[in-house]
């Protein structure tokens, strides 16, 4: 079982809809959950971090999560072609460093 | 330029050569990570460093690999005898403490 999984997709969303991305971890003493958003051929830029159960909203981005689940997801609000992009999930365990999901790979179609 | 610096940006070298990588963190960050990525593929930790300790690395790194960080500021990644396997994006993080970790803009190695 990997540490981190996510849906490699792609996954399709029409503009101006809900994007819906989810992730699953396996160490339980997970502390801390990170979304980045990686366009083709740069580097993770971090969008949203999230510490403690529930939901985090900042701008059109809402990160939730729950830890006896062990899930985080991340909801992205009116979406827009800007937004297609890899969403790379990443949790850092008891070890502190940072494990990555392989990605989801996003399109917005106009 | 306050973000996290990594050089060269781009790296072709012949196979069986060394390789040298370097990495500026945020000047406020303590703790340095470097990872390397393949397409389609997320990010795979390397190494990580607290001020100038290197308190864990991968199983999936070499003894072809050795990471320093002298006087807890910038680090370099050596890559010795490169193969074509080694070829990948080579990023680095940093952070202050364990919170949000910022990237650089990565070094692109092409082994031929």
């Known amino acids: 079982q990997k540490e981190v999984e996510q849906n490699s997709g792609p996954l399709s969303v029409p503009e101006g809809a809900i994007a819906s991305l989810n992730c699953t971890y396996s160490?339980?003493?997970?502390?801390?959950f990170f979304w980045y958003r990686q366009y083709s051929g740069k580097s993770p830029e971090l969008i949203m971090s999230i510490y403690s159960n529930g939901d985090k909203e900042d701008g059109r981005f809402t990160a939730q999560l729950n830890k006896a689940s062990q899930y985080v997801s991340l909801l992205i609000r009116d979406s827009q072609p800007s937004d297609s992009a890899t969403y790379l999930c990443a949790v850092r365990g008891g070890a502190q460093k940072l494990v990555f999901g392989q990605g989801t790979r996003l399109t917005i179609n106009p | 330029d306050t973000g996290v610096s990594q050089d060269p940006r781009h790296k072709i070298t012949k196979r069986g050569q060394n390789v040298t990588f370097r990495c500026d963190p945020i000047s406020e960050h303590n703790r340095l990570y470097w990872y390397r990525q393949t397409l389609g593929q997320g990010p795979e930790f390397l190494t990580y460093?607290?001020?100038?300790?290197?308190?864990?690395k991968s199983r999936l790194l070499s003894d072809r690999f050795s990471a320093e960080r002298p006087k807890g500021s910038f680090s370099t990644l050596e890559i010795q005898r490169t193969e074509q396997g080694d070829s990948a994006m080579y990023l680095c993080?940093?952070?202050?403490?364990?919170?949000?970790?910022?990237f650089g803009q990565g070094t692109r190695l092409t082994v031929v």
């Open positions: 993080a940093s952070s202050f403490r364990p919170t949000e970790a910022f």
């Open positions: 460093f607290q001020n100038e300790a290197q308190l864990e």
């Open positions: 160490d339980r003493v997970s502390q801390s």
